[in-house]
């Protein structure tokens, strides 16, 4: 651990995601039916849900390292849908959320990433492990 304060393990999941209507309507529902079926008792934790006062960024720190593991969204972070469909090449995954995967990676956590049907890991993470979704899921 690094923070200054602490780190209390707990049985919580982090997960890391751009900050949209959608992410949050159509995604975090299927994100948390998974993780129930993971186990029971596991919660998931979101950042935007837990914004009090004190560093932002420290607290993140402190509940990327107590969490049991994590899950990243990695799929590109489009303005609009003109940029999706004529500059999708130049959109990038969201730099927070690529930056709370690094701080994931430099504690050891075990991780989960999640990205668009045919979309290129960045290149450290190359050899990782991945599982292709079934064509029936890539709707959601």
């Known amino acids: 651990p690094s923070c200054i304060e602490d780190v209390i ?4 999941v982090f997960i ?3 900050f949209s ?3 949050k309507d159509k995604m975090r529902p299927h994100i948390n039916n998974a993780i129930l079926v993971f186990d029971k008792e596991c919660k998931p934790y979101y950042a935007d849900l837990d ?6 960024f420290c607290k993140i720190c402190r509940k990327i390292q107590s969490a049991r593991f994590g899950i990243y969204d990695l799929s590109r972070n489009y303005k609009n849908i003109f940029m999706k469909y004529f500059f999708k090449k130049y959109c990038l995954p969201n730099p927070n959320v690529m930056l709370e995967l690094g701080m994931s990676l ?3 956590k075990k991780t989960i990433i999640i990205m668009e049907y045919g979309q290129k890991l960045p290149s450290d993470l190359i050899r990782t492990l991945k599982a292709k979704i ?3 899921l890539r709707r959601i």
């Open 16 to 18: 890391g995601h751009c």
């Open 134 to 136: 079934p064509q029936v």
């Open 106 to 108: 430099a504690f050891g």
């Open 9 to 12: 393990p707990e049985n919580s």
């Open 21 to 23: 209507s959608y992410k």
């Open 51 to 56: 914004m009090s006062g004190g560093d932002f």
